[in-house]
Nanobody, 116 residues
Framework: QVQLVESGGGLVQPGGSLRLSCVCS????????MGWYRQAPGKQRELVAS???????NYADSVKGRFTISRDNTQNTVYLQMKSLKPEDTAVYYCNAALYDRSSYWGQGTQVTVSS
């Protein structure tokens, strides 16, 4: 099993920045992709960004050029650096781990609110 704990959410003004962190523990050697998803009220959960074990990254069109996903293998942590935040980025952000056995794990989520 894999345990994921997110942190770093909060209230920020439009144009501001936040960095989300996701600390992983458990059978992390079985993970092939880490991802950040978000879910706004009344909307479906959507992929924001992902990073593969090999280092390749993928971003939703809506966040390209503003968000950066990265990882620190020494700390077993995945980050989501968010810049130029917009009100439409407001959502609960979830960390996800996808394993080679096709299982998937989620963190508890962290709220990001972009408002003046």
């Amino acid at each position: 099993q894999v345990q994921l704990v997110e942190s770093g959410g909060g209230l920020v003004q439009p144009g501001g920045s936040l960095r989300l962190s996701c600390v992983c523990s458990g059978t992390i050697f079985k993970i092939h992709t880490m991802g950040w998803y978000r879910q706004a009220p009344g909307k479906q959960r959507e992929l924001v960004a992902s990073i593969h074990t090999g280092g390749s990254t993928n971003y939703a069109d809506s966040v390209k050029g503003r968000f950066t996903i990265s990882r620190d293998n020494t700390q077993n942590t995945v980050y989501l650096q968010m810049k130029s935040l917009k009100p439409e980025d407001t959502a609960v952000y979830y960390c996800n781990a996808a394993l080679y056995d096709r299982s998937s794990y989620w963190g508890q989520g962290t709220q990001v609110t972009v408002s003046s």
